[in-house]
């Protein structure tokens, strides 16, 4: 013991998860039956029902008045009582209930039809007060008796079930047990399901058949959920698919106004990625049950008996077209989600070649205006050329007549009119000048 410790302590410190993770693979340990044996079995949904209420239903278990919460915090409870035990499995969305108790004598392989429930363990009203809503309920008979002649046994177990047509498998390698069911449901809301097994199957092997078949049935039930959802769901898939080919045509004639169509387009799109929030984790649940499902079947290792279906065939042509109506009413979704996005696209392309068009136009405008005012301040300059040309003249006049009436000999209109080319050069060329400096500028 010590050296155990003094190993674990030469470790790092351990993860916060570590121990949880490490025992989950022993949080719900496998059941072993004693044959023969009568199992009842209900799986309840549990999406408005709490841990408490629960646990509360369970301390009317006799002797289990001292229960607690804590001891259900692991989502999985056997209880041991007088002559049967219980079996309590919390899941994301059921709750399972498994009793296993003896079987009653006029229950035996022999019997034709027997009824069960008045022979159940439970304390009286207990089973149909369990808190949740039923959606699988199944008696499961297990048996000795002969496979040498599996035929033969098959026949008793149809008077087992009442005449009924029913699926049959010998399941495990060497065929050591014989799958009797005919999956209908009773007017008590249960199912039937009968194994047969040599007397010398053992108590793990009992259990682990028991609940490879239950959790078939129960898995089976859950992939289905998907289904109904998936039949409501394709009307209204139809009609915005019809409702996306009206816009993009629409959208390639040009007859509706981009405004008009991202409106139709936003409306559009908001409807289907509600429809995916609200229904895409039932079709992924749907596909991971089926999975379960399958691997179930696959862990049988079924061998048929000549002219009777097997659990596994009957699966595959019942549960099969289901599965692919939800699995194609889900990619449906998913398609009709990216041709509304490509439509947007389009849509955006659209509005982006008009505004970009527009925005050529407003240059052209820019440009034209631009080209209007170079034209004008070309005039302007023009004209503030001759009229600077003409202050600075007629300064010149002024000066010239101001130097002859101090006595300079010069005539005044002579030297003005000398001096017009020469003022009129220098005027431009310093206008010039300014021009250039200011377009280096800008």
Not at 61 to 87: E, K
Not at 91 to 113: C, K, M
């Amino acid at each position: 013991m010590s050296s155990d410790i003094v190993l674990h302590n030469a470790l790092p410190p351990d993860d916060q998860q570590r121990t949880l993770l490490h025992n989950h693979v022993h949080a719900r340990p496998s059941q072993r039956i004693h044959l023969p044996a009568l199992v009842v079995y209900a799986a309840v949904f549990n999406g408005d029902v709490t841990l408490e209420q629960e646990c509360e239903h369970l301390r009317r278990l006799p002797g289990q008045q001292t229960l607690m919460t804590d001891h259900l915090q692991n989502n999985f409870l056997r209880l041991r009582l007088q002559g049967y035990t219980l079996r309590w499995e919390r899941h994301s969305e059921f709750t399972r209930y498994t009793l296993v108790q003896h079987l009653p004598d006029n229950a035996q392989l022999g019997a034709t039809e027997p009824e069960l429930l008045s022979s159940l363990s439970l304390p009286e009203g207990w089973l149909a007060g369990i808190p949740g809503r039923t959606f699988a309920a199944i008696k499961l008979v297990m048996v000795h008796g002969n496979l040498n002649r599996p035929e033969e046994v098959l026949t008793m177990a149809r008077n087992w079930f009442g005449e009924r047509p029913v699926v049959a498998s010998l399941a495990g390698r060497n065929s050591h047990s014989l799958a009797v069911t005919d999956f209908m449901l009773r007017d008590s809301g249960f199912e039937r399901m009968l194994v047969v097994a040599p007397i010398e199957t053992s108590e793990s092997r009992a259990g682990r058949i028991a609940q490879r078949l239950l959790e078939i049935e129960t898995y089976r039930l859950m992939a289905l959920r998907g289904l109904p959802v998936a039949k409501q769901l394709i009307p209204e898939l139809s009609n915005a698919e019809q409702q996306l080919a009206n816009i993009t045509a629409q959208l390639e004639n040009k007859a509706v106004s981009e405004q008009e169509l991202l409106d139709k387009l936003i409306s559009l799109a908001g409807r289907i990625e509600r429809a995916t929030v609200e229904h895409m984790y039932r079709f992924a649940a749907t596909r991971a049950y089926d999975k379960l499902v399958t691997q179930r079947i696959t862990e049988l290792r079924e061998k048929a008996i000549p002219g009777t279906q097997t659990i596994g065939e009957f699966m595959g042509r019942r549960l099969s077209p289901a599965i692919a109506t939800v699995e194609a009413t889900a990619q449906r979704m998913v398609s009709l989600s990216e041709r509304i996005s490509r439509t947007s696209d389009l849509l955006r392309t659209r509005v982006d070649i008009i505004t970009e068009a527009q925005n050529q136009q407003l240059l052209e405008k820019l440009t034209r205006g631009q080209e209007l005012q170079l034209r004008l301040q070309s005039t302007v300059e023009g004209l503030s050329i001759a009229a600077i040309s003409y202050y600075v003249v007629s300064l010149v006049l002024y000066l010239a007549k101001a130097g002859k009436a101090a006595g300079l000999p010069v005539y005044p209109e002579m030297v003005a009119g000398a001096m017009i080319p020469i003022v009129l050069g220098t005027v431009w060329y310093i206008t010039r000048r300014i021009h250039d400096k200011y377009l280096k500028l800008h």
